[in-house]
């Protein structure tokens, strides 16, 4: 499962810097507990903790989400985009819906942005906080419809329509209605 994956490999680089997880959750400004249950498998990784936990690592977002590394270019055939990640949809208490991210530079190293195809699953209504984070996103709607409240604003989106912003206004991605929809996501998280 790819969430125990994330998990293991999020464990062995802290291990690998001599972090305990409480030092790890200082770093990144969470509660122990998010770690040790995204470490164990037990709470499925969401998009804004997993992008602090990297930079409180010094890894890019691509070191937990990917298997290989590759120093030529990457290409990423159709049927060979494997779903990499299952997020929630941005913070760990999300009920915004599911993510399914698809990497397509999974192997590429040294990469400053992350390409995912996104399947954005429908889900009740959100009350929680969105997502805030360094770096920049741009989405392209593939299929279906989302909304991205970005600050104050809700945009509506279709196919064929696209979205870049920065990421340090709080923002969330999510289906529009109760149909799933498919996006093309790039995110640029600093280290």
Known sequence: MAEDRI??????VRESLGL???ELAERAGCDVSVVERLESGELAPSLAPLIKITRALGVRLGTLLDDDTNVGPVVCRAEDAKRTARLKS?????????LDFYSLAAGKASRHMEPF???????????HAPSQHEGEEFIYVLEGEIE??????VFRLGPGDSIYYDSIVAHEV???GDAPARILAVVYAPL
Request: charged content about 25%; overall charge neutral; hydrophobic content about 40%.
């Open 174 to 176: 999510r289906a529009a």
């Open 148 to 153: 991205v409240a970005y600050g104050k604003d």
């Open 117 to 127: 195809l996104i399947d954005v699953n429908p889900a009740g209504a959100s009350t």
């Open 7 to 12: 998990g293991k490999k999020m464990a062995t």
């Open 20 to 22: 305990s997880r409480e």
């Open 90 to 98: 941005l913070e760990t208490a999300s009920d915004a819906g599911v």
